[in-house]
């Protein structure tokens, strides 16, 4: 099946940035979407940031202007440059991709999570 490879989490202090990264594998046929969410303690998992064909992009009004997600086709990878971070970003972090497997059905995929600090 699909598998998705989280990594870039780590500590920041207010201000600073970190980029997360997310690598898919397994029996591809098309990826129509990948995005971004977070989940902090106490709260629901919320969408940060989608990406689609087209690279048409959309994103959680907290995190406009701030954070910016990017796609690599050749690399089935998409990616989450962070900027401008806050203390409310602390959460972990998921990579999601929606697509096609190269046996025809269709599939949704979560990565293992990958943890952001924001503190001083």
């Known amino acids: 099946q699909v598998q998705l490879v989280e990594s870039g989490g780590g500590l920041a202090q207010p201000g600073g940035s970190l980029r997360l990264s997310c690598a898919a594998s397994?029996?591809?046929?098309?990826?129509?979407?990948m995005g971004w969410y977070r989940q902090a303690p106490g709260k629901q998992r919320e969408l940060v940031a989608t990406?689609?064909?087209?690279?048409?992009?959309n994103y959680a009004d907290s995190v406009k202007g701030r954070f910016t997600i990017s796609r690599d086709v050749a690399k089935n990878t998409v990616y989450l440059q962070m900027n401008s971070l806050k203390p409310e970003d602390t959460a972990v972090y998921f990579c999601?991709?929606?697509?096609?497997?190269?046996?025809?059905?269709?599939?949704?995929?979560w990565g293992q999570g990958t943890q952001v600090t924001v503190s001083s």
């Open positions: 990406i689609i064909s087209g690279f048409s992009t």
């Open positions: 999601n991709v929606h697509g096609q497997t190269a046996f025809g059905g269709r599939f949704g995929s």
């Open positions: 397994g029996s591809i046929s098309r990826i129509d979407a």
